[in-house]
C-alpha cells in the first residue's frame, strides 16, 4: 500500500473512531430511554432522597476514579507515564462511553487510541494499556468472585442448579487462580507476547495495585447501586456485593450494550423482591442507571466534544482538571461548549412537562400569561445560545456580551415558567465562568456575517432534532390535535411544549436565511513617517529588492514585537493582502505571520499574501492558506552578462545609437536626487499623459518625492535635461536589483528607454550585485494540462485569449530575450477564497474599482 494512503488512513481513521463512539453514545441514550416512559421515569426518580442520589453520586465517581488508576499505572508499566490530569480525562471518556457499550474493550480501546495519539502513543503502546486494564479489571473480578463463592455461595443458586459445595469449590479455583498470577508476576522476567507486541512482566508490588485498585472499582459501584434500593428490601451490601458481581459477568458476557436488560434481570432475579417491593427495586435500577451511566456518558461526551474541537481546529483547550485557570482564561472552544449545552437545557426543558407541584406554587405568585411568556422565552434563549456559541468559538466580542445578557435572563425564565432551580442554577454558574474571560473575545465582526461550518450547523440541527424527539417522547401518552396550539393552561403541559419547540425551530430558519449585515472592520491606518523611517531600516538589509514597497507609503505595517521585521498589507473588502512575505530576518516570520492571521481573523476578514516566491512558501503554508500559482519572476545572472552577441545586437546597438545623440547615464542619490525632482516630476507627468493612464498602486510604486527620495533613481539625461529615469531598488547583501517606476519624457529620443535599460543593468554588475529582477510575467509558466487544477486551466485561457486588455505573451517574450532564470510566484488564500481575493488586489493595483476601467 503507498505510503501516502497509509498516512491518509491514519488521519481519517481517529476521526472516524470519533464519529462512531459519538452516534454509539447517542443511540444508547435512547435505547435506555425507550425503556420508560417519561412521567414513570420521572416518579421513580422523585422518591429517591436527595442524600441517596448525593452519596451514589459519590460513590460513582470514586468508581471512575479508581479506573483512571487503571490507564495511569499501566502507562507507567509500559514507560509511557504521563501526567495524571491527562490520563484522568482520557481514561473518564473512555470508560463513561465504553461502559455503556456492547464490546466495552473494543470501544474502550478505540477512543484511547483516538485520544492518546494526540499525546504521542503508538497503536502498540494503546494495545498494551487496553490489555493492562482488561487483567486489572480481570484479576479484581476474579477476586471479589471467588470471595463471595467461597463466603456465600448460596448466592449464585438462582442462576444455575448447583449445590453450594461446587460453587464454593468454583470460589475457590478463581481464587487460586488469582494467588498463581500473583506468583508468577512475582518471579518471572521474561516478557510476554501476545498479537507480535512484547510485554513486559509485571511485579509483585504492581499487581497488588491492580487488584485494590479493581476491589475499589467494583465495590463503589456496587456501593452506589445499594444506597438506591429502598431501604424496606433489607439487603447487606456483601449480599449485593455478590448480587452485583455476578450480574455484572452476565452483563459482560452478553455484549448487550451497557449490560441492558441482562444486569439488571441478573439483579432482579438474584435479589427476588416480593412482588410490592418490585416497582422501587426497579426504581433504584432507574437510578442507578442514570448516577453511574447516564451521567458520566453525559459527561464524557462533553469532554470528547471538547477533544474533538481541539483536534478540528487547532486550538489547543486549557486543562481540563485545572479550575483555577478555566476561570481566568476559559479556552473560546470550551466556553462555546459551555453556551452551547446551555442552550440544550433550555430547549429540553422547554419541550418537557413542569413538575405540578412547582407550578401550583408559582400560580400563587406570577399570574398565568408571565408563565406562559418565561416558557416561550426560555426556548427562545435556548436556540440563542446555540447560535452564539459557535461567535464564541471565533472570539467574537460581540457573541460574548449577548451570551453574558441571554445566561441571566434564561435563568430567570426557568425560574418563572416553573420554578426550575437545577436549570437556573447550571445558567448560573456558566455565566460566572465566562464573565471574567472578556479578553478571550476580541474579533470586532458582525455575528450575523459569521460562517456556519458543517460541522456546527450539523451540531445545531442534531440539537434541535433531539428537542422534538424529547417533545414526542415526553408527550407520547397524549394523542395530537389542533387544538393543543391555542390550549392555553396552567398544566396544558403538552401546548407549550409544542409552541415553544415551534418557535425554536422558526428562529434557527430565520437565522439560517439571514445574510443582510456585514462586518464592521476597522481598517488599518497607513505607514506614518515614523514607521517608514523603521522600514527603511529593515528593508536596507533585506536580500529581496521588492521589500522596497513597504516605502512607498500606500500599506499599513505591522512589526514584530522587537520591531526587526515587518509585514506590508493593504485592506479591499474583506481581503487583509499582504504584499509578498514578511520583511526581516527569517527565523522572526512564523510568530509574525501569526500576528498577522490572528490581527486579520480579529477584524473577520480574509487573509492574503501576494506575489510570493516558492522558497518563501513553507512558513505561510503553516497558516492553513491554500498557494495558487500567479506568475514568474525572471532573474538576470550580472556575473554572466554581457551585451556581446546577436541576442544582445538590438541592446548594444540603442546604446550606442543614444551615447553618438549626446544622452548620459547618471545615478542621483541624496541631495542631488532631491534637487533634481522637479525635473522627475515633469517627465513622470508627460509619460501618464501620453499613455493616458493614471498611477498604480500596491504590488507598483507610484510618483512621490518622498518614496522617490528614499531609492536611488538613474537617469537618462539629453543636452543637459533629464529625458528618462527609473528609480531603483537595491536589495541588501548586494543580492539583486530591480526597477520599479521606469519613465521617459517627450524631449527622449527614441532610443533612450533601451540605453537606460543597458546602463542600469552594467552599472549593476560594476557594482558586484548578483542578480537582476526582471519583474514577473503574469499568468506565466502555469500548467496547461487537462487534469491541471481549475484556476490554472481558467489563467491560461485568460493569457492567451486577453491580449487586448494586457499583452502576456508579448512581456514574456521580451523577457526571454535576456536568458533569464524564471522562478514560481504564488498567491495565497484560504481555500475557497481566490476569485475574490484576487478581486481586491487588482482594486487595490488600479487605485479602486474604476481604476480597472482605465488603462
Known amino acids: 500500500m503507498p505510503p501516502s494512503l497509509l498516512q491518509r488512513l491514519r488521519t481519517v481513521l481517529p476521526f472516524l473512531i470519533g464519529a462512531v463512539t459519538l452516534g454509539a453514545a447517542i443511540w444508547l441514550l435512547h435505547g435506555v430511554f425507550a425503556h420508560f416512559r417519561y412521567h414513570q421515569l420521572a416518579r421513580e426518580l422523585g422518591r429517591m432522597s ?54 466495552a474493550g473494543l470501544i474502550g480501546g478505540g477512543i484511547r487510541y483516538r485520544l492518546y495519539a494526540a499525546e504521542g502513543l503508538s497503536l502498540a503502546d494503546v494495545v498494551k494499556v487496553q490489555l493492562f486494564f482488561g487483567v486489572t479489571f480481570g484479576l479484581g473480578l476474579g477476586t471479589m468472585i471467588g470471595g463471595v463463592l467461597v463466603i456465600e455461595p448460596g448466592i449464585a443458586a438462582g442462576l444455575a442448579s448447583l449445590s453450594e459445595g461446587a460453587w464454593r469449590a468454583i470460589g475457590g479455583a478463581l481464587l487460586a487462580a488469582v494467588l498463581a498470577y500473583l506468583i508468577w508476576s512475582d518471579r518471572t522476567r521474561r516478557e510476554l507476547r501476545l498479537f507480535g507486541h512484547s510485554f513486559p512482566p509485571t511485579p509483585l508490588g504492581l499487581t497488588t495495585i491492580q487488584i485494590v485498585l479493581a ?49 439488571d434481570g441478573a439483579v432482579l432475579l438474584l435479589l427476588s423482591p416480593a412482588d410490592q417491593q418490585l416497582t422501587a427495586v426497579v426504581g433504584a435500577l432507574i437510578a442507578y442507571r442514570g448516577v453511574y451511566y447516564l451521567l458520566p456518558l453525559t459527561l464524557g461526551g462533553l469532554l470528547l466534544m471538547v477533544f474533538e474541537l481541539r483536534r478540528a481546529f487547532g486550538q489547543a483547550l486549557l486543562p481540563l482538571a485545572d479550575a483555577g485557570r478555566l476561570l481566568s482564561s476559559l479556552a473560546p472552544s470550551v466556553a462555546a461548549t459551555l453556551v452551547f449545552v446551555a442552550g440544550l437545557v433550555l430547549l429540553a426543558s422547554g419541550a418537557t412537562p413542569a413538575i ?53 435572563v434564561g435563568a430567570a425564565a426557568s425560574l418563572l415558567k416553573g420554578f426550575d432551580w437545577e436549570e437556573a442554577t447550571v445558567l448560573a454558574l456558566f455565566l460566572l465562568l465566562l464573565a471574567p474571560c472578556g479578553r478571550e473575545f476580541y474579533r470586532r465582526a458582525s455575528l450575523l456575517d459569521e460562517r456556519f461550518g458543517w460541522r456546527w450547523t450539523l451540531a445545531v440541527v442534531a440539537g434541535l432534532l433531539a428537542t422534538l424527539w424529547l417533545l414526542l417522547f415526553a408527550f407520547r401518552h397524549i394523542e395530537y390535535a389542533d387544538q393543543l396550539w391555542w390550549q392555553v393552561a396552567l398544566h396544558a ?12 425551530t422558526v428562529v434557527a430558519l430565520l437565522f439560517a436565511g439571514w445574510h443582510l449585515l456585514r462586518p464592521s472592520r476597522a481598517l488599518p491606518s497607513l505607514a506614518g513617517a515614523a514607521e517608514l523611517a523603521e522600514a ?22 505591522l512589526f514584530d514585537r522587537g520591531r526587526q521585521a515587518f509585514v506590508m498589507y493593504a485592506v479591499h473588502g474583506r481581503s487583509w493582502i499582504a504584499m509578498g512575505p514578511p520583511v526581516g530576518p527569517r527565523e522572526l516570520w512564523p510568530e509574525l505571520l501569526w500576528d498577522f492571521r490572528d490581527l486579520v481573523d480579529r477584524n473577520a476578514g480574509r487573509a492574503v499574501f501576494y506575489e510570493v516566491s516558492a522558497r518563501d512558501l513553507p512558513p505561510l503554508l ?71 493612464t493614471r498611477e498604480k498602486r500596491f504590488s507598483l510604486g507610484f510618483f512621490d518625492e518622498g518614496y522617490l527620495a528614499r531609492t536611488p533613481v538613474a537617469v ?11 528609480n531603483l531598488w537595491l536589495a541588501g547583501g548586494r543580492q539583486q536589483v530591480s526597477i520599479d517606476l521606469m519613465r521617459y519624457g517627450s524631449a527622449a529620443p527614441n532610443c533612450t528607454m533601451d540605453f537606460l535599460f543597458a546602463e542600469i543593468l552594467l552599472w549593476a554588475q560594476q557594482q558586484g550585485y548578483r542578480r537582476f529582477s526582471l519583474g514577473m510575467a503574469v499568468l506565466s509558466g502555469l500548467p496547461a494540462h487537462r487534469l491541471a487544477p481549475l484556476w490554472s486551466q ?30 514560481s510566484v504564488y498567491v495565497l488564500t484560504p481555500s475557497l477564497g481566490l476569485a475574490p481575493a484576487l478581486a481586491d488586489a487588482a482594486a487595490l493595483i488600479a487605485g479602486g474599482w474604476s481604476g480597472l476601467a482605465r488603462r
Open 794 to 823: 481558467v489563467a491560461g485561457s485568460i493569457a492567451r485569449h486577453g491580449a487586448r486588455f494586457y499583452n502576456f505573451a508579448g512581456l514574456r517574450a521580451y523577457k526571454e530575450k535576456f536568458d533569464p532564470d524564471w522562478e
Open 622 to 692: 503553516d497558516l492553513g492558506l491554500h498557494p495558487s500559482k500567479f506568475g514568474e519572476i525572471a532573474y538576470i545572472d550580472l556575473a554572466g552578462f554581457s551585451l556581446a552577441g546577436r541576442r544582445r545586437a538590438d541592446l548594444r546597438n540603442a546604446r550606442s545609437r543614444a551615447e553618438r545623440e549626446g544622452t548620459t547615464f547618471e545615478v542621483l542619490e541624496g541631495e542631488r536626487l532631491v534637487a533634481a525632482l522637479p525635473e522627475l516630476r515633469l517627465v513622470s507627468d508627460q509619460w501618464l499623459v501620453e499613455r493616458g
Open 215 to 263: 476491589i475499589v472499582d467494583i465495590g463503589a459501584a456496587a456501593g452506589c447501586l445499594w444506597l438506591l434500593l429502598p431501604a424496606g428490601l433489607h439487603v447487606s451490601y456483601p449480599l449485593l456485593l455478590g448480587i452485583f458481581v455476578l450480574s455484572t459477568i452476565a452483563g459482560v458476557i452478553s455484549h448487550v450494550p451497557g449490560g441492558l436488560g441482562v444486569f
Open 356 to 408: 405540578h407541584s412547582r407550578m401550583a406554587e408559582l400560580a400563587r405568585l406570577v399570574p398565568e400569561a408571565l408563565i406562559e411568556t418565561s416558557h416561550l422565552l426560555g426556548s427562545l434563549i435556548g436556540v440563542g445560545l446555540l447560535i452564539l456559541a459557535r461567535g464564541l468559538a471565533r472570539r467574537l466580542r460581540l457573541a460574548w456580551r449577548l451570551t453574558l445578557v441571554l445566561l441571566p
Open 536 to 557: 527603511e531600516r529593515i528593508v536596507r538589509d533585506s536580500p529581496s529588492a521588492a521589500a522596497h514597497l513597504a516605502l512607498t507609503g500606500d500599506k499599513a505595517l
Open 50 to 103: 436527595a442524600h441517596q442520589l448525593t452519596f451514589a453520586t459519590g460513590l460513582s465517581l470514586l468508581s471512575y476514579f479508581a479506573l483512571t488508576g487503571y490507564d495511569y499505572w499501566g502507562l507507567r508499566h509500559i514507560g509511557q507515564a504521563l501526567p495524571y490530569r491527562r490520563v484522568a480525562a482520557v481514561s473518564f471518556i473512555a470508560q463513561s462511553v465504553a461502559h455503556s457499550t456492547g464490546f
Open 493 to 504: 403541559d403538552a401546548p407549550r411544549a409544542l409552541r415553544a419547540t415551534l418557535a425554536a
Open 716 to 726: 537618462a539625461r539629453n543636452e543637459g535635461r533629464i529625458v528618462a529615469f527609473a
